[in-house]
């Protein structure tokens, strides 16, 4: 081991010019702004018009790298946790590097789905403490457009595009951890409820399936890896959760008692942009200046697999 921790040192996100609003979405589909609102809690989303996810995932990253003020020659990792780019290889990452003009990084893609930035932060955390790397680019991107059925209202009024990366470097030998201990897990028998498969496939769910297994077992865990960073739940001044549906965030706040925290509830105008809804959030609150640098921030993501991580961050 080389360091004994790592911390996020900045953030940035991108999302699509193009809002798609409840109205719209009730005009193609029999919906009402009233039952999203209430019941998933999205008001706007972002639809990408030809930007591919290594666009999106790229653009974020841009952002990411200026605000670090590291050069691209700095970089030696580069993940990208997505479940919807279309193309098989390459992959996102090397895309990204190409793009960023990041000569010869570790770069690797990696699909937990709606997990998958707290998975992909956690592996570069580890390899960064293990000496395999010494600054990393962590992206969560998505297009959930090219896998929506817009004639299915179950599903087309919550998702939207977007990324979100973090730029991860070691800490100084005298500082705290910046990242903590990842909570990783999955309930494979109950993988099934949340699908994207087949040939030219669009995204499927059990939504109360999912809900129900979110709202009663997230929030264990999520205690889990506050215990294990050593942070008491009333000392977390943000919780950043996967945004997956509002009642669902208040559901695990509520048994986290989190008096001092920020519930961050960015779906609110992003939909649901699985693996890129944790960083597009965390770049935004991070934007705001709404919590102090420094101050620890709860991460936690769940979806399809069904999959789970996350992990106490301090707030770059
Ligand atoms: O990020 C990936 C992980 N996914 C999740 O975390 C999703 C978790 N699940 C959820 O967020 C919620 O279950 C949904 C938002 C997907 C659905 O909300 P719900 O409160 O569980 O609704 P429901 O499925 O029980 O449907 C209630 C009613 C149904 O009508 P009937 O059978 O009661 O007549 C649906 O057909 O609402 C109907 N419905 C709609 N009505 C208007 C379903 N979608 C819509 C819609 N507009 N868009």
Not at 48 to 67: I, P, R, Y
Not at 246 to 272: H, W
Request: glycine share 10%.
């Amino acid at each position: 081991m080389n360091g004994t921790g790592t911390r996020i040192i900045a953030m940035g996100h991108y999302q699509p010019a193009r809002v798609l609003t409840n109205e719209e979405l009730s005009q193609t589909v029999d919906t009402s702004d009233e039952w999203i609102r209430s019941r998933v809690g999205v008001v706007t989303r972002r639809i990408a018009d030809s930007e591919t996810v290594a666009d999106m995932a790229a653009a974020a990253a841009g952002k990411a790298l200026a605000a670090s003020g590291l050069e691209p020659a700095d970089i030696d990792l580069v993940a990208v946790a997505s479940c919807t780019s279309v193309d098989r290889c390459p992959n996102v990452a090397t895309r990204v590097a190409a793009k960023l003009g990041i000569a010869s990084p570790a770069a690797y893609d990696l699909n937990t789905a709606c997990s998958g930035f707290s998975y992909s932060l956690a592996t570069a955390d580890h390899a960064i403490r293990a000496g395999s790397a010494t600054n990393a680019i962590v992206i969560g991107a998505e297009k959930f457009s090219d896998f929506t059925d817009w004639t299915d209202r179950t599903t087309c009024v919550i998702f939207g595009d977007g990324a979100g990366a973090a730029v991860v470097s070691a800490v100084g030998p005298d500082e705290p951890p910046g990242i903590g201990p990842v909570v990783w897990g999955s309930a494979p028998d109950r993988g099934e409820v949340i699908k994207i498969e087949g040939w030219r496939p669009y995204l499927w769910q059990d939504g109360q399936a999912v809900f129900r297994w979110a709202t009663t077992s997230i929030a264990t865990h999520a205690l889990q890896a506050c215990k294990q960073a050593g942070v008491a739940p009333g000392d977390i001044a943000a919780f950043v959760s996967h945004q997956a549906n509002t009642r669902i965030i208040d559901g695990i706040a509520r048994r986290l008692k989190m008096p001092q925290a920020v519930i961050v509830k960015d779906i609110v105008e992003s939909g649901n942009t699985s693996a890129a809804s944790i960083p597009l959030a965390l770049s935004k609150l991070v934007e705001r200046r709404e919590v102090a640098a420094g101050a620890p921030v709860l991460l936690f993501g769940f979806g399809g697999g069904l999959t789970y991580a996350g992990q106490v961050v301090r707030c770059p």
